[in-house]
């Protein structure tokens, strides 16, 4: 099974800065079939992007996600307070699906 | 308004079942691949199973396969996971996910939306 790494752990930043979440595969992921969720406390996760780069229905365009083969990437051009939470990244390019580890972006 | 509503968690003994319910509304449920997916305690994610729109395919993670059995009823809108033989390291919020789009190898693709997830603790 595909094996993502998402880095950093934690990222502490402050509000109207850019955040740069990495998602790193394993092995390639087929046709750029890569999705990322935003997690808060006590929350199920909610779709932001899929297919790599396309932005789900509702979500800010402050939310952009770029990346291909085994390197992809969750920029947050500009964080606003709403935005601090735990992100994941999924693959769905080969079976069975699998999620990153996670990443924590927190307020500085 | 989509909308997954899951039922059906609670304390359990090692070694005992336990049936999940989701239900379903706001959309064609019968159209759609449908997924669990769990979350340990303070963990990250894990896909568990899925069903097909006719409940004809079915697949799960290998750490389940034997003890838990997915299953639809198209007529009640309701999606189930029923668990059986649970262990310690079942222990998780177990959530309901409609599948993105229709799906392609062994229905995989995003899930969108989730429903809000049901605790399952596995305890003697």
């Known amino acids: 099974e595909i094996v993502l790494t998402q880095s950093p752990g934690t990222l502490s930043l402050s509000p109207g800065e850019r955040a740069t979440l990495s998602c790193r595969a394993s092995q390639s992921v087929s046709s750029s079939y890569l999705a990322w969720y935003q997690q808060k406390s006590g929350q199920a996760p909610r779709l932001l992007i899929y297919?790599?780069?396309s932005r789900a229905t509702g979500i800010p365009d402050r939310f952009s996600g770029s990346g291909s083969g085994t390197d992809f990437t969750l920029t947050i051009s500009r964080l606003e307070p709403e935005d601090f939470a735990v992100y994941y990244c999924q693959q769905y390019g080969s079976s069975p699906t699998t999620f990153g580890q996670g990443t924590k972006v927190e307020i500085k | 308004e989509v909308q997954l509503v899951e039922s059906g968690g609670g304390l359990v003994q090692p070694g005992g079942s336990l049936r999940l319910s989701c239900a379903a509304s706001g959309f064609t449920f019968s159209r759609f691949w449908m997924s669990w997916v769990r979350q340990a305690p303070g963990k990250g994610l894990e896909w568990v199973a899925n069903i097909k729109q006719d409940g004809s395919e079915k697949y799960c993670v290998d750490s389940v396969r034997g003890r838990f059995t997915i299953s639809r009823d198209n007529a009640k809108n309701s999606l189930y996971l029923q668990m059986n033989s649970l262990r310690a390291e079942d222990t998780a919020v177990y959530y309901c996910?409609?599948?993105?789009?229709?799906?392609?190898?062994?229905?995989?693709?995003?899930?969108?939306?989730w429903g809000q997830g049901t605790l399952v603790t596995v305890s003697s």
């Open positions: 297919g790599a780069s």
């Open positions: 996910a409609k599948t993105g789009g229709s799906g392609w190898l062994r229905g995989m693709n995003w899930f969108d939306p």
